[in-house]
């Protein structure tokens, strides 16, 4: 039988049983709740200690804990509270779900306990969780630590400092309880969008960072500008791709940026250890020798670069309020831990209180963090959904291990556009940018009969760049005998799989025929780049009908535009800048969409434009072959 809710009233025990824990198997011995697994009764356990239950109760969580608190004279201690984080959104509940309210996901609520905040903890300020009382101790160990005016500016910081904010008095009120555990600044008062935007208190605002060299100018592409001043950045990978080496020269440019300011303002390099002309890479999975001989390799700034490897967080902070460097790297925040928060190292709690721990440091101290984040085999950041929300910037390094190519993407900017990418390739010495993307992904095209391939432009924000589709239709071997055929095998890599469904359904009824539904097709974007851009759609159906037919495409044509599901072509943006990048890279003939196409499109680049309307169209200018089954009045295509 089980007690909902159960208290033991005797004043011999003064024991209370948190109320709503659901306790099973229990009986009374003598007036004491006593467990059937152990003789002793609850009442002799410590005060405040938790007992864990593996319990397999339906439409509860697998593992459940019950929490004991010893009554003060001066009356009841109130019990700490449980929520139900999910695992997958982040998102916390006061009662158990089998499904998750916010993302729909089954089975992904773990149990943890609310600490109980208070100005007898470690946290004097109150509030704001394990990661807020870690920051609070490291400044409160320090001698003096900037003011909010003394942010950083790559380099260059005023002279003056301030208390320690664990030191400041708690004000009263509201406003304290407002502020508390807080990570930004507090304005005072509301003020007008106006004012704030005035030139004098733009003049006041810290400018972005920039990143010399050519590798600093492709990751500006991608975060919009440079870096800005208490941005935390959030940088995401599969294995082996190169996360850790990325983050090392971007320490490396950032040092480097810091000195040449340093010397700049007349300072002198070995005068102050905390004049933030260094940048702290922390490393939880390699030693510091290891770091440096990494470092060595890559050729990276040896003056502007400080190497740590910890991986208690509390350590760390230690070191950022110590040496106040210019920029903070963390390699990961996976291995990283708390000693007040729960769970091991990558557990649910522990990512959220280092990645808050982490921001506190960076708004408040206006510094740069970059932390590196392992991903799952569902390519999405290990730890819950909470983290990508916290952080400002999300970035993500793709690439195959067995290809040198690799793209920084950005998938949330909170001070620029995601459309950006960055190219880098491989080599010895690093991640080095690639100028050319187009005779990079085209540079190794193979032009023989037995290819089925198809060039097209895509644009990723104001860069567009040629791409190669390849595409193989194999006929589906039927059984003998009048058994059920297996269905046929549709594989994309580097393309959407839904998308690819789309562009079959629509070759299938009114271009090739339903014979198509009898071939295993395979897509493939050569370079190892995954397409997500809508304007590709023609080049993927044209390789593919070239394989369906057995006839290969014009190697002087590239191809580009969206397909309805109609079969009709839609308009891309930016057309003419597509074409241009056609033209240079040697291209004589563009397919593309008629609707929308600007006037005297192709004649300024000499390139020779044919213009569209439907698939159907683009099918017989490109292989010359009818469609198997025409749409009632078709258009037809115009030059």
């Known amino acids: 039988w089980r007690v909902s809710h159960a208290m033991v009233t005797a004043a011999a025990r003064r024991r209370i049983v948190v109320a709503g824990t659901h306790v099973s198997a229990r009986r009374f011995r003598g007036g004491a709740l006593v467990s059937p697994f152990s003789d002793a009764p609850i009442g002799g356990l410590h005060k405040q200690s938790r007992s864990p239950l593996s319990m397999s109760t339906p439409g509860r969580a697998r593992s459940l804990s019950f929490t004991t608190r010893g009554v003060a004279k001066g009356g009841a201690q109130k019990p700490p509270k449980q929520r139900y984080l999910c695992q997958d959104c982040g998102e916390d509940f006061g009662q158990f779900h089998g499904q998750c309210p916010g993302c729909k996901a089954w089975e992904s609520f773990v149990v943890f306990t609310v600490e109980k905040g208070g100005s007898s903890g470690a946290n004097p300020t109150g509030g704001g969780g394990a990661g807020a009382r870690a920051l609070a101790r490291a400044a409160a160990n320090a001698p003096a630590i900037r003011s909010s005016g003394d942010a950083y500016d790559g380099g260059s910081r005023q002279t003056t400092t301030a208390p320690a904010p664990a030191a400041a008095p708690a004000r009263k009120g509201a406003g304290s309880r407002a502020s508390r555990g807080g990570w930004v600044a507090d304005a005072g008062a509301p003020r007008r969008l106006h004012d ?35 941005a935390m950045l959030l940088i995401g990978g599969d294995p082996g791709v190169g996360k850790s080496t990325l983050a090392l020269q971007i320490a490396g440019l950032l040092g480097e940026q810091a000195r040449l300011r340093e010397k700049k303002n007349g300072q002198h390099k070995d005068s102050d250890p905390g004049t933030g002309a260094t940048v702290l890479y922390a490393s939880g999975e390699e030693s510091v020798e290891q770091l440096a001989s990494r470092a060595e390799r890559l050729g990276v700034n040896a003056e502007g670069v400080m190497v740590y490897s910890a991986t208690r967080l509390e350590a760390i902070l230690d070191a950022v309020v110590r040496e106040r460097p210019a920029a903070l790297v963390v390699d990961s925040i996976q291995t990283v831990f708390l000693e007040d928060a729960t769970g091991s190292p990558g557990s649910v709690s522990q990512v959220r209180e280092c990645a808050t721990a982490l921001l506190h440091a960076a708004k408040t101290a206006g510094m740069p963090v970059f932390i590196i984040g392992h991903v799952t085999k569902s390519g999405d950041i290990a730890g819950p959904r909470v983290l990508e929300h916290i952080v400002d910037v999300v970035l993500y390094l793709e690439g195959d291990a067995d290809r040198a190519v690799r793209v920084l993407r950005g998938h949330k900017n909170r001070y620029g556009s995601t459309d950006e990418v960055g190219v880098f390739k491989m080599g010895e010495l690093g991640l080095v940018p690639v100028p050319s993307p187009s005779a990079l992904f085209m540079g190794e095209r193979i032009l023989t009969a037995d290819v089925s391939s198809a060039p097209t432009v895509t644009v990723q924000g104001s860069r567009p760049f040629m791409l190669e589709v390849q595409a193989l239709c194999a006929e589906r071997f039927v059984p003998e005998g009048g058994s059920s055929p297996v269905p046929a095998v549709r594989t994309a890599v580097g393309f959407k799989p839904e998308r690819l469904q789309l562009l079959l359904a629509v070759l299938a009824k009114f271009n090739l025929g339903s014979k198509l539904h009898q071939h295993d097709v395979f897509v493939n974007i050569v370079g190892g780049l995954k397409l997500e ?5 023609v080049a993927v159906a044209l390789a593919i009908a070239s394989s369906f037919v057995e006839k290969p495409l014009p190697s002087d044509t590239a191809f580009f535009g969206e397909v309805g599901l109609g079969g009709e072509l839609r308009p891309v943006a930016q057309a003419e800048r597509r074409v241009s990048e056609a033209s240079t890279m040697g291209f004589k003939r563009v397919i593309m969409p008629k609707a929308g196409a600007p006037l005297n499109i192709g004649k300024r680049q000499q390139v020779e434009v044919v213009l569209c309307a439907t698939l159907a169209d683009a099918v017989r200018e490109a292989l010359g072959v009818e469609p198997a089954r025409r749409k009632s009045g078709g258009r037809g295509s115009a030059r």
Do not use: I
């Open 196 to 230: 704030v935007l005035s030139p004098d208190a733009v003049a006041q605002r810290l400018p972005r960072v920039t990143l010399p060299g050519e590798l600093g100018a492709e990751v500006e592409r991608v975060l919009g500008g440079g870096v800005v001043p208490g």
């Open 533 to 537: 851009d809508p304007s590709t759609d």
